[in-house]
């Protein structure tokens, strides 16, 4: 940290562990605050880690970047309507998750040496290509 109580951008990425080419980028889409600038370089007010954390935590909640921007808009206008339809995307990709693990624990038991005379596959194969792109039951 300087003098002045800013951070330069390679102390925020190490405290975050988000790359300098993230920062910029995520100063440059509105979600981190303009850098100041000391000697051409960027250098951050403390409260931005609290920032990029705020970020990461978002992502690893399976948040885009547009919706982390809606979030950091207005909190509490946004945060109730995506946080609803990112449980509803999220049950969706567990339950493609299940039935893919299903398939793949019903491979390593099944007594059919070729998976194309199994029938459980055959039903999964038919199912695909009768609806190819969505997921199958």
Not at 97 to 110: D, G, N, P, S, V
Request: hydrophobic share 40%; aromatic share 6%; charged share 25%.
């Amino acid at each position: 940290m300087l003098e002045n109580g800013l951070i330069p951008i390679g102390g925020l990425a190490r405290r975050t562990g988000v790359a300098t080419s993230a920062l910029r980028y995520y100063e440059r889409i509105g979600l981190l605050s303009p850098a100041e600038r000391v000697g051409q370089r960027r250098h951050y007010p403390p409260s931005s880690a609290e920032r990029v954390a705020l970020i990461r935590l978002c992502q690893d909640a399976g948040f885009t970047l547009a919706e982390i921007g809606q979030l950091l808009d207005g909190w509490s206008r946004a945060w109730g309507r995506l946080a609803e339809r990112k449980i509803a995307e999220l049950d969706a990709r567990i339950a493609d998750a299940q039935r893919a693990k299903k398939l793949i624990t019903h491979a390593l038991e099944c007594p059919h040496r070729d998976l194309f005379a199994c029938p459980n596959f055959r039903s999964a194969l038919e199912a695909h290509l009768e609806h190819p792109g969505s997921p199958h039951r």
